[in-house]
């Protein structure tokens, strides 16, 4: 109902807000070059036409969605620099994969490893995804995924990568807990 009186709302209300909520409506309604447009057209809402982190991310994925991956990954960059929190660099990381840019995303990961606030699927998704350029790195991100136990579903996943990195001492546990799953 929102996406498609998105256009109206903000030509109505005309605040910082009313904008706000037709673009996620928008956004999550798929309607990618509406939520676009809106931030776009709209962006002097804000000062400097500065978007706040959340709508410059929704603005990296309608990018990305309309098939438009290396500007998609320019607006992602710039959210990083100005707001480098784990979910832009998740965002950002995302976007390296699918842009098959192996080398930035390695980069990337080295930011992402220290951080407290990934979940562990976060984690072993990274891993998987950076192994044949940073073995190492991959590794450390495993292990921090397994500390502390993982959900059922993921300890199939895990084990997997455990194997593929070599780790067949250290896969007594989820050995044992995949035998009780089954």
Request: overall charge negative; charged content about 25%; glycine content about 6%.
């Amino acid at each position: 109902y929102i996406a498609d009186r998105a256009k109206q709302l903000v030509a109505e209300i005309g605040t910082t807000e009313a904008l706000r909520l037709a673009a996620i409506a928008a956004y999550n309604d798929k309607r990618y070059a509406l939520c676009y447009q809106l931030l776009n057209d709209h962006g002097d809402f804000f000062k400097q036409r500065n978007l706040p982190g959340q709508l410059r991310r929704i603005k990296a994925l309608c990018l990305f969605n309309l098939g438009l991956l290396p500007k998609a990954v320019i607006e992602a960059e710039t959210l990083v620099e100005k707001e480098p929190n784990s979910e832009n660099l998740l965002t950002l990381s995302n976007l390296y994969y699918t842009e098959g840019d192996s080398k930035r995303l390695t980069i990337l990961a080295r930011q992402l490893v220290n951080r407290s606030d990934l979940n562990k699927e976060t984690l072993l998704d990274i891993a998987q995804k950076i192994f044949l350029d940073d073995p190492e790195l991959a590794k450390s991100l495993w292990r921090k995924a397994i500390s502390h136990g993982l959900p059922d579903t993921l300890v199939g996943w895990a084990l997997s990568l455990g194997f593929q990195f070599g780790f067949d001492e250290e896969l007594d546990s989820l050995m044992s807990k995949m035998q009780d799953l089954g």
